[in-house]
């Protein structure tokens, strides 16, 4: 007996410490991005997508919408070797423009810069107020219940999200934050816009997920919409199909230290 108590004080703590400083893991790796130069803009990858994350324009450049990539792998498979991969999946963002990527193709004049942001973040304010503590209210507006499992991941020993202060609650009316999944279908939109006036201001609106952040491989049909800022104002997406719990929590953890700016948002009534 003595032994197993020594064991179980003694064992190494299974907590990720430093959450920012851990390399990207496999699945931290799901962003197609390009290599270099090497693109000759057939549009196999284009075709392929089924969400319509990546497109071509006329002056040879690709645009890769992060915000819709549901992390299929299909056009990194058919593309060759070295030309086209998997990235580190980029972060939580204050705009959905923050995560689209432009780069250039062998058409693409030379002066085009290889990889560049497509356009910078507007206005934005720092908000500390839930710095300490935070309390998180999930909302499934039609997810396929991936995000959900990845969102009840932080809370798990190895990510221990309440040692930031933050932890999930039953009901918006006791909600500081509220973590919103999937494209939102057309029978959830009352439900959603009746769960974000029963939260009290001030509040923040997180989306969790492709499906979330733009709609996804099942949005943008008359059953669902286009994500939910096409209903209700966003401070910030998450990008991912799902987002590793990771990303979730980095995201959340840069917003309560400011490194993360939202939006000037009014969701006060
Ligand atoms: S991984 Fe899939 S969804 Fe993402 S850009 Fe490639 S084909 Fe489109
Ligand atoms: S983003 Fe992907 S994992 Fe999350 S609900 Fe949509 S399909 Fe499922």
């Not at 593309?79 to 972060?91: K, N």
């Not at 204050?94 to 290889?114: F, I, N, Q």
């Not at 040692?163 to 039953?170: E, H, L, M, P, T």
Request: hydrophobic share 35%; glycine share 8%; proline share 7%.
């Amino acid at each position: 007996l003595r032994k197993f108590r020594c064991k179980r004080i003694c064992r190494p703590k299974v907590t990720i410490k430093d959450l920012d400083r851990r390399p990207p893991s496999y699945a931290d790796r799901w962003a197609p991005m390009l290599a270099g130069n090497g693109c000759s803009g057939c549009m196999a990858c284009a075709e392929v997508c089924p969400t319509g994350a990546i497109a071509f324009n006329n002056s040879g450049q690709i645009l890769f919408k992060h915000d819709a990539c549901i992390a299929c792998r299909a056009c990194t498979d058919l593309c060759e070797p070295g030309v086209l991969i998997l990235g580190p999946g980029i972060g939580g963002a204050v705009t959905r423009s923050e995560l689209s990527y432009v780069g250039s193709t062998d058409k693409a004049s030379a002066d085009e810069p290889a990889i560049r942001p497509l356009k910078t973040p507007g206005p934005s304010k720092t908000i500390k107020i839930f710095a300490k503590s935070m309390h998180v209210r999930e909302v499934d507006c039609g997810s396929c219940n991936a995000c959900e499992l990845e969102i009840a991941a932080i809370s798990n020993p190895v990510y221990d999200a309440e040692r930031f202060g933050i932890s999930f609650v039953a009901s918006p009316r006791h909600a500081d934050v509220l973590f919103v999944t999937g494209s939102v279908t057309r029978q959830m939109e009352l439900a959603l816009n009746k769960t974000m006036a029963a939260t009290p201001s001030p509040k923040l609106v997180v989306a969790v997920g492709a499906c979330a952040c733009s709609g996804g491989l099942f949005g943008n049909t008359q059953f669902a919409g286009a994500g939910v800022d096409a209903s209700i104002k966003v401070d910030i997406y998450i990008p991912g199909c799902p987002p590793s719990p990771r990303a979730i929590l980095s995201s959340i953890r840069g917003l309560q230290r400011g490194t993360i700016t939202r939006s000037e948002h009014d969701h006060s009534r």
